[in-house]
């Protein structure tokens, strides 16, 4: 019930958000999502893709520093309010959410995150009836 | 009291000739103290000479060198040549890379240091009258108590203000009426940056009228800059532990190189790799045999310093060979901010790293006056966590700087972005630009 995530450790200097952009289009790899924070050294560049583990392969080849990764995706209704009681079932659950973000796909708001405790996590999402998107559904998304 | 512009005319204005009937007469006598000594025996038996082989000032170059390893190897008290009960005082370097070295002294050792301290600051135009304030680190670091005895030899008063907490020093300078001070030249650049929050001007309230700088390499342009931030003129200064400490070298006020007091040590400045002689003015690696010290005398010390000869008179009227400020090091020895740290140091810390590899940078460079040291590590392992990240990079920051005393910065990269060197690995960029 996870989908990949590309993580890859980018330093904050001018080139390197572009070469690993340029594997991805070489390999002719779609971007679903994709996030980075500001820091001021370094930073995780962290991608949603099509073809995810020919994706590391290939970026793996073009020497970049990368690991694939394992993330929860919500299917949300594009309604307000959605985000918020998703949440609030994980808070109640105490889930603590290590990261999140979240984007829109055929009409759908899908929130990506990732927690600590990933049994937990899965067993509240299976309990509550939420949502959830498989690597296959978010294929068929595109 | 004096009145001469020297502290002891009779040495400081010796003849070369003089100087070199006193060198030899001196060298013998540290040779037949030196075979006193187990270590020195099995020196020069392997080197095949003896005592007497020493006949003329030019026999200095038929003795064996001796290196920090030497010293190290024989931690802590091979190299003593008095009985230990003789000694008073103990000098020890950090021992980072190994045994830390250890200098032993004898009463007659410190006095003889202090001299020469106090000479330098009267060569400067220092007098009794005047209020000296020490803002060098205490403790194992020599240019504490050298300069605290020397200043204090010379009928200075002298406050030992150590370094740091720069508001307290600031306040001792108005409040004390202190005309000089020796620190590290970063240090008072720093000291000035606070006197400018602060709003003192040293021009106008302060008494200030000379500085000592040394025990950090910096290049003219950043002696001038001092000169003009804090109104004074400032004396280059060189000293090592292995030596005694501060006191061995000292600008006069002709500011035209550092006079080496050869009525203490006998210069030679060689090749690095031949260990020949150079011509004057040639760089060199500037070597050192100590002539009047008791408790551990050094022959032919490699003090891994590159300098040159400027000179051996000078208007000012002392003879004693005039050096280059120092021009680097013919080893990888970094020196930033008062504090010796080798590459080696760094590299042991980054090892006990699993997450890094074993490629790495260190870079010196110059921010807002002050001397920084960049470590750049490649990440070994890639990880999806800024949690980790953040909390390694920490630790590596924490251990480097229980190790080599400094905080450095650390750079955490992806792999594969430090070039990949063919042969000897390039280690340290100084960008400083103190050696130019």
């Known amino acids: ?142 | 009291m004096n009145n001469s512009p020297y502290f002891n005319p009779e040495r400081e204005t010796m003849t070369r000739q003089q100087l070199e009937a006193f060198q030899l007469e001196r060298l013998k006598q540290t040779v037949r103290h030196c075979l006193t000594n187990k270590f020195y025996q099995k020196k020069f038996k392997e080197a095949g000479i003896t005592a007497d082989d020493i006949q003329t000032l030019d026999d200095v170059r038929r003795l064996p060198f001796t290196t920090k390893q030497d010293l190290r190897e024989t931690y802590p008290f091979g190299m003593a040549c008095v009985p230990l009960r003789d000694c008073v005082r103990l000098h020890s370097s950090s021992g980072t890379t190994g045994n830390p070295t250890v200098i032993l002294h004898t009463q007659k050792d410190l006095d003889e240091w202090a001299n020469q301290v106090a000479r330098n600051l009267w060569m400067v135009g220092l007098r009794p009258d005047d209020v000296f304030q020490n803002s060098s680190g205490y403790g194992m670091f020599t240019g504490g108590l050298g300069f605290q005895y020397g200043a204090e030899k010379m009928g200075m008063l002298t406050v030992p203000a150590a370094a740091g907490n720069s508001l307290r020093q600031i306040k001792f300078i108005k409040d004390f009426g202190t005309t000089a001070i020796h620190a590290i030249p970063s240090y008072v650049t720093r000291l000035y940056e606070v006197m400018q929050q602060e709003g003192v001007d040293p021009r106008r309230d302060t008494k200030l009228k000379v500085l000592a700088i040394g025990a950090e390499p910096h290049s003219e342009e950043q002696r001038k800059r001092i000169e003009e931030m804090m109104g004074v003129k400032a004396y280059n200064s060189f000293g090592m532990s292995e030596m005694c400490g501060p006191g061995v070298g000292f600008e006069c006020p002709e500011q035209n190189g550092l006079h080496f007091w050869e009525d203490y040590y006998i210069v030679e400045i060689v090749n690095p790799d031949t260990l020949e002689p150079v011509p004057d003015g040639e760089i060199g690696e500037l070597v050192l045999t100590t002539l009047c010290r008791e408790a551990m005398p050094l022959l032919r010390y490699r003090t891994r310093d590159l300098t040159r000869v400027l000179g051996r008179t000078c208007p000012c009227g002392r003879n004693h060979v005039r050096l280059d400020r120092m021009r680097g090091r013919s080893d990888d020895m970094i020196v930033l901010r008062g504090v010796n740290i080798f590459p080696i140091q760094i590299e042991k810390i980054l090892m006990q790293f699993p997450e890094v590899g074993t490629n790495y940078l260190i870079t010196l460079v110059t921010e807002d006056n002050n001397d920084q040291m960049i470590v750049e590590v490649e990440l070994n392992e890639p990880t999806d966590d800024y949690g980790k990240l953040q909390k390694l990079s920490q630790e590596i920051c924490r251990r480097l700087s229980d190790e080599i005393l400094l905080k450095p910065k650390l750079r955490l990269l992806s792999k594969g972005t430090l070039p990949v060197s063919e042969g000897k690995a390039v280690r340290v960029v100084d960008k400083r630009k103190v050696y130019q």
């Open chain 1, 1 to 142: 019930m996870t989908i990949h995530q590309l993580s890859i450790f980018i330093e904050n200097h001018s080139g390197t958000l572009i070469k690993v952009l340029e594997a991805l289009k070489e390999a002719n790899i779609q971007i679903i999502a994709s996030t980075v924070a500001d820091t001021a050294e370094y930073g995780i560049y962290r991608i949603i893709c099509s073809e995810p583990i020919r994706a590391y392969e290939e970026l793996k080849k073009a020497g970049i520093t990368i690991t694939l990764s394992e993330v929860l995706a919500l299917e949300l209704d594009n309604k307000p309010g959605r985000a918020a009681d998703a949440i609030s079932v994980f808070s109640k659950a105490g889930i603590s959410i290590t990261y999140m973000y979240s984007f829109m796909l055929g009409g759908k708001g899908i929130l990506v995150f990732r927690t600590d405790n990933f049994e937990l996590a899965r067993d509240t999402i299976l309990q509550n009836y939420m949502k959830y998107i498989t690597e296959k559904d978010l294929v068929k998304l595109v």
